[in-house]
């Protein structure tokens, strides 16, 4: 508390200037406390608590999902800038739960942009025809410039782009420095260096962590693709009629990911690889951004004695190194419904936009203290923030290898299948091949079963294509600032 206490900011309500008058109390008398306690009763009937400004029909109605802190600061920007520009109103709203994005757009009720939504909802959307294909607009290609390439591949689906990233989410190597040294190892570039240095570490009790083992039983995409991706291994096929973890090149991933448990004795259940980083049980691991605010807001005691490196991957003959791994963050979509399509556009052009974007991660930091640091999915406003030099250009050069995971219909099947596999392998002992053919039948049947549904299979035949996206069509379309 003490080594934080002149960090903390201060907070003023009221100056007062004043020469031979009395000054008012400092505590309110009973008749004020009862009318003010009595206004707010009945202003509550009315009043709408998630609303930051006045609105209007002529209004932007965004809703965003991120606490009020944020939405406040966003509102003032709106009016000071957008507003003052381009003369289009905006009238931010807080979205507790961005489930209620569903029950708005059942009801022929929804905002004109959302903000803050997560990375899945624009498929689930787009899929049901609910948003604005963003690639429509003249001068998209120039906005998707701002972003790396792989952050793309959640939003796009079916030849259409239905959400920008707001936010991006980074998955690096957390090495302590000072245990490191002290046992004479050097930090892991590869998954064979890993391996290396576990013997070592094991010898006086401490591990290597790797974020599957603080997972429950489902197993995520963002856990389990980087093991197939740096092996060159894909999840769906070209036409997305089927998975494609059955190839030689995602075996060979899933033996690792489940090999480093069963074969190298890695910690199978972390509840908080934070914790255990802190008392040095765990001196080295991979993990994300909260992680990162985590250990520079609240472990002051190891200032200085922890860094981060590139996530560690799959070198080739050549001696480069693959390091795919996805950086899931938030996305902004615009609805379909709207009846301000350009107006939605510009706002969503002018909040992703670099300038913006640092300003408003400046100011949010500068304020509210280093626990709101604004991870920016805009590279070059990301770059403009106060991240330290060393960690900014290890975060960016990570970032090149940023793959995040497409959608298809039925996709959540491979998810939860990949995940049974590894339960299945690592608890069970059952063969991995046997587990992947096992997932891949099961996958496949649900994958066709909701292409089936969505009008692109008809009696088993293939009536409308579907493509998956990739990192190289996104660079073709312009974004290929990663």
């Known amino acids: 508390m ?41 202003t509550s009937f009315t009043t709408d608590y998630t609303r930051i400004s006045p609105t209007d029909e002529d209004s932007l109605q965004i809703w965003v999902n991120r606490p009020r802190q944020y939405v406040m600061l966003m509102q003032q920007l709106a009016n000071q800038a957008f507003t003052a520009e381009t003369g289009i109103k905006v009238s931010l709203s807080l979205m507790p739960n961005e489930q209620k994005l569903i029950l ?32 429509q607009f003249e001068d998209y290609e120039e906005v998707l410039e701002r972003f790396a390439p792989g952050a793309m591949l959640p939003f796009i689906f079916d030849g259409g782009v239905y959400a920008l990233p707001e936010t991006q989410n980074f998955w690096v ?61 894909e999840l769906f096929a070209e036409d997305g009629t089927k998975t494609a973890v059955d190839s030689e090149e ?15 004795n890695m910690p199978l259940q ?33 200032s200085g004695s922890w860094k981060i490196a590139p996530y560690p991957g799959i070198a080739d003959d050549k001696g480069n190194i693959a390091r795919w791994a996805p950086g899931t963050g938030q996305g902004v979509i615009v609805f379909k419904d709207s009846d301000k399509q350009q107006q939605a556009w510009e706002f969503v052009k002018w909040w992703t936009s670099a300038e913006v974007q640092a300003e408003f991660g400046n100011l949010i930091e500068t304020i509210y203290g280093p626990t709101y640091r604004w991870n920016s999915a805009n590279l070059d406003a990301f770059s403009e923030l106060p991240w330290p030099e060393e960690d900014l250009e290890i975060i960016l050069e990570q970032w090149k290898w940023l793959k995040d995971v497409p959608h298809i219909p039925g996709d959540y099947m491979l998810d939860r299948e990949l995940s049974n596999a590894w339960n299945k392998v690592v608890f069970d002992g059952e063969n991995q091949r046997k587990a992947i053919e096992d997932a891949v039948v099961l996958a496949n049947r649900e994958i066709m079963k909701k292409l089936e549904e969505f009008g692109y299979v008809k009696n088993g035949q293939i009536i409308k294509k579907l493509k998956v996206p990739t990192i190289e069509d996104v660079k073709r379309s312009g974004g290929d600032s990663g």
């Not at 708005?104 to 787009?126: I, Q, T």
């Not at 934070?274 to 005691?301: C, K, M, Q």
């Open 270 to 302: 972390i509840p908080n690889f934070y914790n255990h980083f802190r008392d040095g049980h765990l001196p080295i691991g991979i993990s994300n951004y909260n992680t990162y605010v985590e250990l520079t807001t609240a472990a002051p005691e190891l």
């Open 104 to 135: 708005a757009n059942a009801s022929g009720k929804s905002p004109d942009v959302a903000l803050g939504v997560s990375e899945k909802f624009p498929y689930e959307f787009a899929l049901r025809g609910a948003l604005t294909d963003l690639s």
């Open 2 to 42: 003490l080594l934080t206490l002149p960090q903390q900011p201060i907070q003023f309500d009221k100056f007062y200037v004043y020469h031979n008058k009395k000054l008012p109390k400092a505590k309110a008398g009973w008749w004020q406390k009862i009318s003010a306690m009595s206004g707010n009763f009945f």
């Open 250 to 264: 995602a075996l060979e991933g899933f033996k690792l990911m489940t090999d480093i448990f069963t074969v190298y």
């Open 173 to 233: 190597l957390f090495y302590r420095k000072d245990i490191l040294d002290a046992l004479g190892l050097e930090v892991p570039q590869t998954w064979e260096d890993v391996l290396a240095i576990l013997p070592s570490l094991q010898r006086y009790g401490m591990n290597f962590y790797v974020p599957l083992a603080e997972a429950g039983a489902m197993k995520s995409f963002n856990l389990t693709t980087p093991f197939f991706y740096q092996q060159g291994g």
